[in-house]
């Protein structure tokens, strides 16, 4: 239950903290109204909760396995909403960032 929680954890910080950053760069580059902006901000504070929910009390290695998890995130998220294509070498750079949050997170530890 505690791997299953933490995947769930990582996967809604990874959507709060994509969403809030992709809705600022459409407020700055894309000229999209300044509360888009706003919407960013607020759903960068979410991460901030969110990510600190997570049952490892270690917060160097929940950050550190958290961004194996936005990589593969920001990949997904530019497939489904900018038309993003990611090659092989995406796709294998994702894989071994996805063994590396394994390794992180759930390896077994003594004490």
């Known amino acids: 239950m505690t791997i299953l929680k933490s995947v769930l954890l990582f996967a809604l910080a990874a959507a709060a903290?994509?969403?809030?950053?992709?809705?600022?760069?459409?407020?700055?580059?894309?000229?999209?109204?300044?509360?888009?902006a706003g919407l960013g901000v607020v759903a960068?504070?979410?991460?901030?909760?969110?990510?600190?929910?997570q049952p490892d009390a270690?917060?160097?290695?929940?950050?550190?396995?958290?961004?194996?998890v936005f990589i593969v995130g920001s990949l997904a998220w530019g497939v489904i909403l900018d038309s993003f294509r990611p090659d092989r070498w995406d796709l294998?750079?994702?894989?071994?960032?996805?063994?590396?949050v394994?390794?992180?997170?759930?390896?077994?530890?003594q004490g």
Do not use: H, K
Request: hydrophobic letters at 60%.
């Open 58 to 68: 270690n917060f160097g290695r929940v950050l550190a396995a958290y961004g194996g």
């Open 44 to 53: 960068l504070g979410i991460y901030g909760f969110v990510a600190a929910f």
């Open 92 to 100: 294998i750079g994702a894989a071994v960032c996805l063994a590396g």
């Open 102 to 109: 394994a390794l992180i997170m759930f390896a077994p530890r």
């Open 17 to 36: 903290e994509i969403s809030g950053a992709w809705l600022i760069w459409q407020a700055v580059r894309e000229d999209r109204a300044w509360w888009w």
